[in-house]
């Protein structure tokens, strides 16, 4: 898609830099995964006299919590060089007085456009890890668990794909608010400035009422999966179960609904960068800089580095 030319831009320019965070995330993501594995390995050791499950569970968590701290700190510095290199690329331009609203509005998109990458992206493939990842271990401990999952899966994003249809609308209309915004307060009509802040206030209205909805259905559908896990579980293997396992089984469950709740978070957030991606090309491409994109034109997103 054309519109989303900005976002690739940017991941090519800094791919190094992505590259890093995101193998650091990954790592971090797999030892989320296996804590609770080793957490009811570490329990029925401990209930047969051994200290074998505890020592490699202290481990793995003590690298996950290592990789963790590493990881943050990368990211602030990674996305805040990105954030830089973008809202200078289409503001050092010169601009009409006309364009002052729109560019305004856009520096703000251009923030959300940044903390989707740091925040929301990551949020995405984390759930993308507890779905997936949750239901390969859940395969080890109970393999009818995991088609009751794969079923959950088919009206979960049935659901998902009107919500998102839905936010589109309502997210592009809000937009098309806030980019009149500084016009509007320059203006200095009470009447057209008091309207303009209850648009804004009617959408966010509303598209916080589709998001209140579609949380309670999402509810509802985690509820059915873990009741039904928990007694599959039961008819299947019985009293012969043992502690440590019903923990990793339990936990696993609840990873695999924390990923199915990220499932409309996402299409909401995605239909959201869409939006934005689009209204910052356009901007982009109004300038005689940038209406081709070159490979001798990317350098010049690319933050200088400064020492340390």
């Not at 690739?8 to 296996?34: C, D, P, Q, Y």
């Not at 481990?59 to 943050?72: E, K, P, Q, T, Y």
């Not at 794909?161 to 608010?177: A, I, P, S, V």
């Not at 999402?218 to 396992?245: K, W």
Request: hydrophobic letters at 45%; proline letters at 2%; charged letters at 20%.
């Amino acid at each position: 898609m054309l519109e989303m030319n900005v976002l690739k831009e940017l991941m090519k320019v800094h791919k190094i830099r992505l590259g890093i965070t995101w193998f650091l995330f990954s790592l971090e993501m797999t030892g989320a995964l296996l804590r609770p594995f080793f957490l009811g390995v570490a329990i029925n050791d401990l209930m047969q006299g051994s200290y074998r499950g505890l020592i490699i569970l202290s481990a793995v968590h003590f690298s996950w919590l290592v990789i963790g701290i590493l990881r943050h700190r990368y990211d602030t510095r990674t996305y805040s060089a990105i954030y830089t290199s973008l809202v200078t690329k289409f503001l050092s331009r010169k601009i009409k007085s006309t364009e002052v609203s729109k560019l305004s509005a856009h520096s703000t998109l251009a923030r959300e456009l940044i903390d989707f990458l740091e925040f929301d992206l990551v949020y995405i493939i984390e759930a993308l890890y507890n779905i997936l990842g949750s239901m390969i271990l859940l395969f080890f401990y109970e393999s009818t668990v995991v088609l009751l999952c794969l079923a959950m899966l088919i009206p979960v994003m049935t659901i998902s794909y009107f919500y998102g249809k839905r936010m589109k609308k309502l997210t592009q209309l809000k937009n098309d608010e806030l980019e009149q915004q500084v016009n509007i307060i320059s203006s200095g009509d009470k009447k057209a400035i008091h309207r303009h802040f209850n648009n804004l206030r009617k959408w966010q209205i509303r598209i916080s009422d589709q998001e209140a909805w579609n949380f309670g259905i999402m509810e509802m559908m985690v509820m059915v999966v873990i009741t039904l896990s928990l007694l599959i579980t039961y008819h299947v293997a019985g009293t012969t179960i043992l502690a440590g396992n019903i923990i990793g089984i339990y936990n696993y469950i609840l990873k695999f609904v924390s990923g199915l709740d990220t499932i409309p978070y996402t299409v909401q957030r995605v239909t959201s960068l869409h939006d934005i991606t689009k209204r910052i090309q356009l901007q982009m491409t109004e300038s005689p800089v940038t209406e081709t994109v070159s490979t001798e034109s990317l350098p010049s997103l690319a933050p200088k580095e400064t020492a340390a």
